[in-house]
């Protein structure tokens, strides 16, 4: 028959050439690496997590204070509100003392921390000679009346010592304040007008506003 190999004689395959057998090399080649990728992407691995939260509030710190023994407490948070101290200051003389006292604590749920008493400004309108003129000092006191008894040796002086005074622009020591409305520190405050004020002084008026700045423990 046509196209067919006579009878005991066999068809020969065609000789391959170097050329398809490295096609065929890189087939194979190529082949495999589809697998292998293949392969990798099948492998998978178990995931979980765990999550918290926390919840976060800020601390307080606060002050008020009384000029009445501690019988009425308010915030006097700046100048223009401060309290008033009660001085039995009319018609001073060159040489006269004058004692009042104020009290300060934290409030309720307040942190502890420390009291730093600042110096003394002139209040707007006040007479700059006046407040000049005068000197004092400060104790903290813990009993008793915020008199010249108060200012002894032993007393804890914030202004001044028991043999010095100061001028009224002068700062204080600090001092501790209890937390949340504990015992509150009372300041006792002695002005005395100086011997030597000038005697243009006569009938004139003047003022001082203190400010105690308290800090907080942490």
């Known amino acids: 028959m046509t196209g067919q190999a006579p009878a005991g004689h066999f068809r020969m395959r065609p000789r391959r050439t170097p050329r398809a057998i490295l096609l065929r090399l890189r087939a194979l080649l190529a082949g495999g690496l589809?697998?292998?990728?293949?392969?990798?992407?099948?492998?998978?691995?178990?995931n979980d997590s765990e999550f918290s939260t926390g919840t976060f509030s800020?601390?307080?710190?606060?002050?008020?204070?009384?000029?009445?023994?501690?019988?009425?407490?308010?915030?006097?948070?700046?100048?223009?509100t401060a309290a008033t101290m009660s001085f039995d200051a009319t018609g001073m003389s060159p040489g006269s003392l004058n004692y009042a006292s104020i009290w300060v604590?934290?409030?309720?749920?307040?942190?502890?921390?420390?009291?730093?008493?600042q110096g003394g400004q002139l209040v707007q309108g006040g007479n700059a000679g006046l407040f000049a003129a005068f000197d004092y000092r400060v104790v903290r006191y813990t009993s008793g009346s915020c008199d010249a008894s108060q200012f002894g040796e032993a007393a804890s002086y914030i202004v001044g010592t028991s043999s010095s005074k100061v001028?009224?622009?002068?700062?204080?020591?600090s001092t501790a304040v209890a937390a949340s409305a504990g015992t509150p520190v009372r300041f006792c405050f002695e002005i005395t007008m100086k011997t030597t004020a000038?005697?243009?002084?006569?009938?004139?008026?003047?003022?001082?506003?203190w400010e105690i700045k308290g800090t907080s423990d942490s």
Do not use: K, P, Y
């Open 34 to 46: 589809v697998l292998g990728v293949g392969a990798t992407m099948t492998l998978a691995a178990w």
């Open 58 to 80: 800020a601390s307080s710190f606060a002050l008020q204070s009384s000029t009445d023994s501690g019988g009425a407490w308010q915030e006097h948070g700046t100048s223009a």
């Open 105 to 117: 604590r934290t409030t309720s749920g307040s942190l502890s921390g420390t009291l730093a008493l």
């Open 167 to 173: 001028a009224l622009g002068t700062a204080g020591s």
């Open 198 to 209: 000038d005697n243009s002084l006569q009938g004139t008026n003047s003022g001082a506003v």
